[in-house]
């Protein structure tokens, strides 16, 4: 299988885009999976800023099949390492920097003043008291819904789950899906599982599970999923047989009233014609009323591999990707918010919307589930999720199966 | 020296002619199969320190659901694949004629072997896809609700095992279709005047002069049905919450996957696929030498 992994990341290799380099030029290689044609265009921008500001380098932007970088990054940062190149914070970074794979650049947070402008996300970048990457973008996850669905049967905008419930017999009884999802890659569906655990119990108690300090069999996590089983007969049945990107259509073509969704969403909406007055935004619906809000939203980042050969402009690429300026135009051109303080939001009403609702937020911010937990537990997790949506009565045997992971996972 | 060489000739000659390919399956082959399970005997995330944890990641393995999920499809894989064995016969017998155009139907029927395991497994994802697929569309229209026949754990294996039984016929039939070129024809005369046709022509002068291309096609039906990683990867990622998984996807799952950083785990399954394996390969091996010592 180790030949098998290796042949495909020869042909991703093969198949990679890179701009020509100029023989007296330092090279600074960048790998990245940021391949999707929006990100992919502002990073060629940001890109380019940085060789207008820094003649004398050439980066080499290597750009990755988003799904196959996932498990790629083990290779080549063990094999060929780049000079920088693009990850999750938290958990996810977790197991890189206990092997010794991600450099130390807290020198790159002294040198900028980053411990204050990044002040933030400081804690998920930072493990045994060193900073190890450096965050560009975050985005708000919550539900976005068609507005001329809800018209359609005339449904209100909901801000209980009371409500929310209620608007779904609406659409059940109009032909339309109340919620839909698509959980093939499973991923999608970790974020209702942490809205409705965080709506119902609260942030400090997702903290506590994710980090692996409370049983799954306890009776808070049984009411989340009592919460989750409400939607479960308004939601979109195949589910589990298609991606994020194919329930899509369901929501633009109206089949379907909301979408639980990162914000990262909003340009496939538009791409399929809904326009700022067809779509629509709204916090997860509150649950439970004595648990103050909380929301999701996760960070994405860039960083220096151990191995990388030109460490000294890969700190500078780290230092320019954290400046204000550049996050300002970097996010407007992706449709997410920037992480520095000093930058600015971009004027699209999404993003307002959202840094509104991330600003406000009493609660406290989850990256994600799988994040925020071990990648073992959240591959076991949320399949778990996958199957209580298909198999709701199966509820017992999957929080047994995750509790026992829990209890091997957490050692 | 020389003179050892001039004495030594014809003994030493073969070992130097296999020694490059000796060498070739000693590093890729031998080799791995003992890292492997030496690797088994670890807990290692393959990027840090490897810890020795002796047998615990098999006392995990026989209490892991997901384990026996892999095992129970691998058997279903097994049997269901042997389909591929009577299919390729029937096909081979039909198309072995002589109407004009033969050959291009022959082609047309060997055409799903040609084509990438890849491709034949979105081909059929599209196919039972909901709400577009062609299938799905036939079920909708004969039984009035539709089933995603992927995202459904009761149908799922059944689903990607059609699939690899389609170019696996395929296979079988070519290889029966060159069997059949070298049936005796005086055997079938001889059989034709003493009365024989139909089922008991095939059976008792047809098949048995078949045995030469049975074993093989038994032989690759077997190594294709417990190799079959290709397609549940294509066709479903192992899902719906891993219910298609096949041993092979298990250890992949666990060792190099996205979400897996579990090496000892996965060398571990590694290990449990190639013993079972191991039963048929010298299965193989012990008839394959029976039959030639008996010569």
Known sequence: ?411 | MSAYWKTNQRRLAPWLFLAPGLFMFMLYVIIPIFQSVFVSFQDWDGLGEARWIGVDNYVELMDDDAFYTSLKNNVIWLALYMLAVPAGLLIAIFLNQTIAGMRLYKSLFFFPFVISQVVVGLMFSWFYAPNFGLFYNLLEWLTGTGTAVLADDRFVTYGIIVAGLWPQIAYVMILYLTGLNNVAPDQVEAARLDGAKGWRMLWYVILPQLRPATFIAVVVTVIGALRSFDLVSIMTNGGPYGTSRVLSFYMYEQALSEYGYRMGYGAAIAVVLFAIMMIFISGFIWKMWRDETER
């Open chain 1, 1 to 411: 299988m180790v030949h098998l992994a290796r042949g495909a990341l020869a042909l991703t290799a093969a198949l990679l885009l890179s701009t020509a380099a100029s023989a007296q030029q330092r090279v600074l290689t960048f790998t990245t999976d940021n391949n999707d044609p929006a990100p992919k265009a502002a990073w060629e921008q940001l890109v380019a800023d940085f060789e207008a500001e820094n003649p004398d380098v050439d980066v080499q932007m290597n750009i990755m099949d988003r799904e196959a970088y996932k498990t790629a990054i083990r290779n080549f940062l063990t094999s060929d390492p780049p000079d920088v190149a693009n990850w999750y914070p938290a958990n996810r970074m977790q197991p890189f920097v206990d092997a010794g794979l991600f450099l130390d650049i807290s020198d790159v947070y002294a040198d900028n003043d980053l411990n204050t402008q990044l002040a933030s996300t400081l804690p998920i970048v930072t493990q045994d008291d060193k900073q190890w990457m450096v965050p560009y973008t975050y985005y708000q996850w919550g539900m976005y819904f068609n507005r001329t669905a809800y018209e359609q049967v005339d449904a209100a905008v909901p801000a209980t789950w009371e409500e929310f419930l209620a608007n779904c017999e609406k659409f059940k009884a109009a032909g339309i899906d109340c919620l839909t999802t698509g959980s093939s890659q499973l991923w999608p569906i970790a974020g209702i599982f942490d809205y409705l655990n965080l709506r119902t119990n609260g942030y400090e108690f997702h903290k506590a599970l994710t980090n692996g300090e409370v049983p799954w069999t306890d009776d808070r996590v049984r009411a989340t999923f009592a919460e989750w089983a409400k939607v479960l007969p308004y939601t979109t049945a195949n589910h589990a047989a298609i991606d994020w990107q194919d329930a899509v259509p369901l929501i633009v073509q109206g089949k379907a009233a909301n979408y639980v969704m990162g914000n990262f969403a909003v340009a496939a909406f538009k791409e399929g014609g809904m326009t700022d007055e067809t779509l629509g935004f709204l916090p997860f619906p509150t649950i439970n009323p004595d648990v103050p809000r909380a929301e999701e939203a996760p960070t994405d980042a860039v960083f220096i591999p151990a191995g990388a050969k030109n460490v000294d402009d890969a700190k500078k690429f780290m230092a320019f990707v954290a400046r204000a300026d550049v996050q300002t135009k970097l996010n407007t051109a992706l449709g997410q918010l920037p992480v520095n303080a000093g930058a600015t939001v971009g004027d699209d009403p999404f993003l307002q919307a959202g840094f509104e609702m991330l600003s406000t937020t009493p609660g406290g911010i989850a990256q994600f589930f799988d994040r925020d937990a071990p990648a073992e537990m959240a591959k076991v997790g949320m399949e778990g999720f996958q199957e209580f949506m298909v198999r709701p009565e199966n509820l017992d045997a999957i929080l047994d199966r995750l509790e026992k992971a829990r209890a091997r996972i957490y050692k």
